[in-house]
């Protein structure tokens, strides 16, 4: 069956930014991909998923993540919006062998051959840890810069907040002068 994807853009009017959101039909997709694994689930291990919830407010670097106890999957938005393929037919199959692997071993390593078995059984093909799509991270990290006799440094906010409190100094690892901003 051929994939159609429909992007429906919003226009956030205070910060002007456009928002893509996801498509039913996407959603339709992956509520589809989940029902055949779950007949898959349940006739390879006894385990139900029919009631996974599966979200799409996932931010950053993570494609995918499963949270046995709640019965959820949260998915990557910018990378359903994206890469919409990959994530019905690699990510939520990965997450989905996360959750039964879980089910029927709790103590099996995350990555361990126990979830690489399901995981193959559930029809991924070379079960991998990573994925290689191109994400934004989800924190915009602000840097304080520093300086000693020799170099410049670039300080966290929690390394900046610290020096402020008196409650640490920092000292350059080459020359030993204490640093101080620039």
């Known amino acids: 069956m051929a994939l159609k994807y429909i992007i429906t853009i919003c226009i956030?009017?205070?910060k002007g930014k456009k928002l893509q959101e996801i498509s039913s039909y996407f959603k339709h997709?992956?509520?589809?991909?989940?029902?055949e694994l779950n007949r898959?689930?349940?006739?390879k291990f006894g385990v139900d998923i029919s009631n996974l919830k599966i979200s799409y407010n996932l931010k950053g670097q993570r494609a995918g993540i499963v949270n046995p106890a709640k019965k959820?999957?949260?998915?990557?938005?910018e990378l359903c919006i994206k890469y919409p393929k990959k994530m019905i037919n690699e990510v939520l199959?990965?997450?989905?062998?996360?959750?039964?692997?879980?089910?029927?071993?709790?103590?099996?390593?995350p990555h361990g051959k126990e979830w690489k078995y399901v995981a193959r059984t559930l029809g991924l093909d070379n079960p991998k840890t990573t994925h290689n799509m191109p994400t934004t991270k989800a924190r915009k990290v602000k840097g304080y810069?520093?300086?000693?006799?020799?170099?410049?440094?670039?300080?966290s906010s929690i390394r900046h907040n610290r020096i402020k409190r008196k409650e640490a100094e920092y000292a350059c690892k080459y020359?030993?002068?204490k640093l101080r901003k620039a």
């Open 12 to 14: 956030n009017i205070n």
């Open 29 to 35: 997709e992956i509520i589809e991909k989940r029902d």
């Open 40 to 43: 898959l689930a349940q006739s």
């Open 72 to 77: 959820e999957i949260r998915l990557n938005k």
């Open 93 to 109: 199959v990965h997450e989905i062998a996360h959750f039964v692997t879980f089910s029927i071993s709790p103590n099996a390593k």
């Open 145 to 155: 810069f520093y300086k000693c006799g020799c170099n410049t440094y670039k300080l």
């Open 175 to 177: 020359c030993g002068e």
